[in-house]
């Protein structure tokens, strides 16, 4: 940060501990004994400012790495659950199912994955018959 004027300790403490998710805003503020005018005063201050917004970026990426690193094992857990007795639970399933593939394209499943006994295609987990027909029966739906 050359030529901008850098944050203080207490500033830099205040954001750690914004971020660390232990406590809410307004404790964070009394335990640095910071007022909620001064605190306004910062959010104002563009090197305060900056240095918030980057850290709410940070947030935001560390969330989307851990949902994408866990969505291949929450679609697993889906299709086993097309599979269930329970037909709500399966039907419920099988729509969550097609959101994911219309809501996010990079959640969308565009291989086309065949009906098999064993094995996979393209790297995709191949469904039972049972299943593609829950699939099928919710689409026509």
């Known amino acids: 940060m050359t030529g901008k004027k850098q944050l203080n300790k207490r500033q830099l403490a205040v954001l750690e501990d914004l971020f660390s998710g232990e406590l809410d805003e307004q404790a964070v503020l009394d335990k640095y004994k910071v007022s909620r005018n001064l605190y306004n005063k910062w959010l ?38 097309t599979e269930s007795d329970k037909e709500e639970t399966a039907r419920k399933a ?22 098999k006994d064993s094995g996979s295609q393209q790297g995709f987990p191949a469904l039972s018959a049972q299943t593609a027909s829950r699939l099928l029966s919710v689409l026509a739906e």
């Open 44 to 81: 104002a201050s563009e090197v305060f400012n900056e240095q918030f917004e980057q850290r709410i970026a940070g947030a935001y990426r560390q969330s989307a790495v851990l949902i994408a690193r866990y969505a291949p094992l929450a679609a697993a857990k889906l299709v086993q659950l």
């Open 94 to 115: 099988c729509l969550d199912i097609i959101s994911m593939g219309s809501s996010s394209n990079r959640l969308a499943v565009t291989p086309v994955v065949t009906v």
